[in-house]
């Protein structure tokens, strides 16, 4: 005879497989009927709407005065060039949520997307074409490139302009080119009508899958907190499912699970790293710094530990930090008895 249940099975099993640099499979399982799309429609679409990415703003161009201009020397009207520059895809190289960019070409040249690409900025698809000027042709303009989410149309950038002369331009910030979600039913506790979520990620290379994965989880738990002022619910449940929490995930589970190469499982093993959960403790100075590992092995390990979700060096554990090196220890005590 069944029991009858108080509250819903949480889920305790995923996996990350990164397909290719900008694609990733997300797959998190068992879940109750009905609550794998519960789950899965809101994170797709802050996928799209809530992912951090990089896009020009505004533009000016020398001796142009408007988008409908033309430009002597250069094939492209101006309208065409604003069009094909929006197709670049930037990655700022400081840490600011603003630059402006000067770039200058001299013809005869055809210019493409990695030719904008310099200390300040990378242009992600290098191949893209943006402009042809002829041997008597020099161009020059200033690109102001600034961090955001979603879409915001010219109007709303001109708004924000201080000089006149730059040229206000729709902003495409989100480096989501797609995200879809499939829900396949999972059999668990001999029962059939589990379900089980499979998330793929496609971006434009501005940002991994795992990251823009990660701003829609940030961007769901900080909508969500506006209910912490009335209810301390989440940290009852935080409470009740942190000691379960590190006992579903893999971090109990010994090294050899993570199929590592014989080079880097011997050199873990030499120094006494028994547990997954002792990798995701530590920095990447603490791995990085044990005897014998080199570059290829540090890289693998790292690599892997992202898949799995617990990077190395990151504070995902938070709260449960300590009880997992407890959990560790009585382990290693329990073995060594």
Known sequence: MKNIKTSAYTPTEFTIENISDTVAKISAWPFEIGYGITLAHPLRRLLYTSTIGYAPTAIHIEGVTHEFDSMHGMLEDVAFFIINLKKLRFKLKSNSDKESVEFSFKGPKEIHGKDLSNSQVEVVNADAYLAT??????????????????????????????????IALDAFFTPVREATYDIEKVLFE???????????????????PNEAFQNALEAMYKQLSVFDKITNVRNIIKTQASNNELESTKLLQNIADLNLSARSFNCLEKVGVVYIGELALMSVNELAGLKNLGKKSLDEIKNIMESIGFPIGSSKLGD????LEKKIAELKAQHEG
């Open 320 to 323: 449960n930090r300590e009880l």
């Open 133 to 166: 000027i002829n041997e008597d042709a020099e161009l020059k303009f200033t690109l102001v490139i600034e961090k955001g989410i979603g879409y915001v149309p010219s109007e709303e950038t001109k708004e924000l302009l201080n000089d006149s002369k730059f």
């Open 190 to 208: 001999d029962n059939p009508d589990y379900e089980k979520v499979i998330l793929t990620i496609t971006t434009d290379g501005q940002i991994s």
